[in-house]
């Protein structure tokens, strides 16, 4: 029986939120537990809580541990080390303890985005880092570094191309789909070192920035252009299937479950139902800052 109050932990699995003794527990049917984050219980009811947690949605988070960044932009994880990408390069950090993350190191002089490419047959990984380029960055890059398993970071490529400006990545074996702004979507595929050879570029966009995938779709946030989906299943000729008007200027993307949702900046939040093959508008978010 699904359990609506606990002490200081529990375990959630298909039945609902377990209680366990005395909030000390490692596992539970397989599923890692973790400490309430207000400490006064569950949240009342299965559906209320967040996944693999006893904490429902609204709670304060629980801090668990810090890492070293310096003006992190944007953040990429994999379970084993998190990328934190800023103003004074990339920091790397390995979080298989996330209570106790470790520095392992940094690479390139400033950094706007990056993501995570093949594990090599060494055990290393591959890192993808992009910069569009500013005042400290005159010559825009995409760079390709791995981690060893000695938790060294080594650097394999520097990719730097007449008028291209790098920002949103994402990679999908063995392909990095990049968006450049009014260049469009650049697509690479990945040698056996992790070394990138363009494959080919999908024109069409207004300001392409960040990227979302769905299946064998990529949602792209195309600043004045709205929301576009990219079919990528054959990744040599990608087209764009739908491009979807949004209230305001289209910055950001991220899937959550069945929704897509696009941030607006001083417009808020746009809604799309993902649930079909088909996007289509849902709701709109108004938000008191800058989204």
Do not use: M
Request: hydrophobic share 35%.
């Amino acid at each position: 029986e699904p359990l609506t109050t606990c002490s200081d932990a529990v375990c959630v699995d298909a039945s609902g939120c377990v209680q366990v003794d005395n909030g000390s527990c490692a596992s539970c049917n397989g599923t890692d537990c973790q400490s309430c984050s207000h400490g006064e219980g569950c949240a009342a009811g299965a559906s209320a809580l967040v996944p693999d947690t006893c904490c429902g949605i609204g709670d304060a988070l629980l801090k668990r541990g810090t890492g070293a960044a310096a003006e992190a932009v944007d953040i990429e994880v994999d379970g084993t080390y998190a990328l934190l990408c800023g103003g004074f390069g990339v920091r790397v950090n390995r979080i298989s303890d996330p209570d106790n993350p470790v520095f392992v190191g940094s690479a390139t002089q400033r950094c706007q985005r990056a993501a995570f490419g093949r594990v090599l047959p060494d055990g290393s990984r591959v890192i993808y880092l992009a910069h569009h380029g500013d005042t400290w960055v005159p010559q825009p890059f995409l760079q390709t570094y791995r981690i060893t398993p000695g938790d060294d970071l080594e650097p394999v490529q520097n990719f730097t191309e007449e008028g291209e400006l790098y920002e949103g990545l994402h990679y999908a074996e063995p392909y990095l789909y990049v968006a450049t702004h009014s260049g469009g979507l650049r697509v690479y595929v990945a040698g056996s070192s992790g070394a990138l050879s363009l494959v080919t570029v999908l024109p069409g966009f207004e300001n392409a920035t960040r990227l979302a995938r769905r299946d064998q779709q990529l949602l792209v946030a195309d600043g004045e252009g709205g929301l576009k989906v990219v079919d990528i299943q054959n990744p040599a000729a990608p087209t764009i299937v739908q491009s979807l008007p949004t209230r305001g200027i289209a910055r950001d993307v991220v899937l959550a479950g069945a929704r897509a949702f696009v941030a607006l900046g001083g417009d808020g939040v746009d809604d799309f139902d993902a649930a079909t093959e088909v996007l289509a508008p849902e709701t709109w978010l108004d938000t008191p800052g800058s989204a």
